[in-house]
C-alpha cells in the first residue's frame, strides 16, 4: 500500500494539474496522473488516472483501455478495456490474472484502477489511454510502478524544524560573530588613525612653536 505522504503528494499532484487545465481554459483532450508511484510488495495499490475534456463523455463514443509494459521498449499488453455497454472490463492475463479492477468514476472522469497483492514483477509502466469523441486527440499517459521490499521511514518534520532551528541559529551567531569582529576592527582602526593624527598635530605644534621662537630671536636688537 502507498504511505500518506505519498497519497497526499499524488491528491496534490492531480489538483493541480485539474485546476492548471480548469483556469487555462478548455483546448482539448489530456490525460492526468503522476510520472511514478511506489508499492509494498504484497499489498494492494490504487493507479490513478484522470482526463479532462471540452465534451462531456458519451458512453457511445467513449474509448479507453489500460495497458502494461515491462520498459518503453516492450510490447504493452491491455489489462482493461472500456465497453459501452458493460463499462470498464478487466482483461485476464497469466501475469496479473484478476488482480486489477476498476477503482475510478467515469461520471467524474476517473479511470483509476486498483492492484492488488503487488509482485515484484508487476514493476513496469502503466499505461492509461483515453479518446473522448468529438475530441480528435487520443489522451495517453503511462507512469511508473516501482515495487519496493519496504517503504522508507516517515520523515520526522519535527527533527527537520529542530535541525533548522539549529542550523539558522549556528548561522546568526556566526553573522552576529563576524560583525562584532568586524565593527572591533573598525573601532580599532579609527583610534589608530586618531593616535596618528594627534602625533602629527603634536609634531606641527612642537614645529610652530620653533619657528616662532627662531622668528622672535632673530627680531632681538644686538648689543652695541
Known amino acids: 500500500m502507498s504511505s500518506p505522504a505519498q497519497e497526499g503528494r499524488t491528491g496534490v499532484q492531480l489538483l493541480s494539474a485539474a485546476l492548471l487545465l480548469l ?3 478548455c483546448s482539448s483532450m489530456d490525460v492526468i496522473m503522476p510520472n511514478s508511484i511506489n508499492a509494498l510488495n504484497g499489498t494492494t495499490i490504487k493507479i490513478p488516472c484522470m482526463f479532462t475534456s471540452c ?12 495497458t502494461y509494459q ?10 482493461m478495456v472500456y465497453h459501452k455497454k ?11 490474472g484478476e488482480r486489477v479492477t476498476f477503482a475510478g468514476n467515469l461520471d ?3 479511470l483509476s484502477i486498483t492492484l492488488s497483492n503487488v509482485q515484484i514483477e ?3 509502466i502503466y499505461n492509461c489511454n483515453v479518446r473522448n469523441p468529438p475530441d480528435r486527440i487520443t489522451g495517453q499517459h503511462g507512469i511508473q510502478l516501482n515495487v519496493v521490499t519496504e517503504l522508507p521511514p516517515p520523515r520526522d518534520s519535527t527533527i527537520a524544524v529542530a535541525i533548522g532551528a539549529s542550523v539558522g541559529g549556528a548561522l546568526a551567531l556566526l553573522i552576529l560573530s563576524m560583525l562584532v569582529v568586524k565593527c572591533l576592527r573598525r573601532h580599532r582602526k579609527k583610534e589608530l588613525i586618531s593616535e596618528e593624527k594627534m602625533e602629527e598635530e603634536d609634531k606641527l605644534d612642537a614645529e610652530v612653536v620653533a619657528e616662532e621662537g627662531t622668528k622672535h630671536k632673530n627680531s632681538l636688537p644686538e648689543d652695541l
Not at 57 to 66: E, G, I, L
Not at 70 to 79: A, G, H, K, P
Not at 86 to 96: I, T
Open 23 to 25: 483556469f487555462s481554459g
Open 55 to 66: 465534451y462531456k463523455m458519451d458512453p457511445n463514443m467513449f474509448v479507453m483501455n489500460w
Open 70 to 79: 515491462e520498459t518503453l521498449n516492450d510490447t504493452e499488453e491491455m489489462i
Open 86 to 96: 458493460k463499462g470498464m472490463v478487466p482483461l485476464r492475463s497469466d501475469r496479473f
Open 108 to 110: 467524474k472522469n476517473d
Open 122 to 124: 508487476d514493476e513496469g
